[in-house]
């Protein structure tokens, strides 16, 4: 059993940046592919971006390509996922994932078994 717990949603004005933190449980963080994703009010959860276990290939929405950057740090089995340039349309729950890898597949939200109960993140224009 993994526990995921987020941090460091808040209010940002557009144009500014956020660092969110995903604290894991367990002792084989390293070997679980992680995600991040979103749920925007009246809108499905989507995927937003994903990292590897095996050699930390990493996969991101288009529409946060460039502005986003996911990155593990294994020895604190922490996931972090560093947003700038923030826009309006970026304000939604974002919500940690891990799984085993068994599929090889990221993207979607039945490729990961756990999640975190989510960090809100709001834009302001």
């Known amino acids: 059993q993994v526990q995921l717990v987020e941090s460091g949603g808040g209010l940002v004005q557009s144009g500014g940046s956020l660092t969110l933190s995903c604290v894991a449980s367990g002792r084989t963080f390293s070997r679980y592919k992680m995600g991040w994703f979103r749920q925007a009010p009246g809108k499905e959860r989507e995927f937003v971006a994903a990292?590897?276990?095996?050699?930390?290939?990493?996969y991101y929405l288009d529409s946060v390509k460039g502005r986003f950057t996911i990155s593990r740090d294994n020895a604190k089995n922490t996931l972090y996922l560093q947003m700038n340039t923030l826009k309006p349309e970026d304000t939604a729950v974002y919500y940690c994932?891990?799984?085993?890898?068994?599929?090889?597949?990221?993207?979607?939200?039945?490729?990961?078994?756990?999640w975190g109960q989510g960090t809100q993140v709001t834009v302001s224009s």
């Open positions: 994932a891990a799984d085993h890898d068994y599929s090889g597949s990221y993207y979607f939200i039945y490729d990961y078994d756990y």
């Open positions: 990292i590897s276990w095996r050699d930390g290939t990493t």
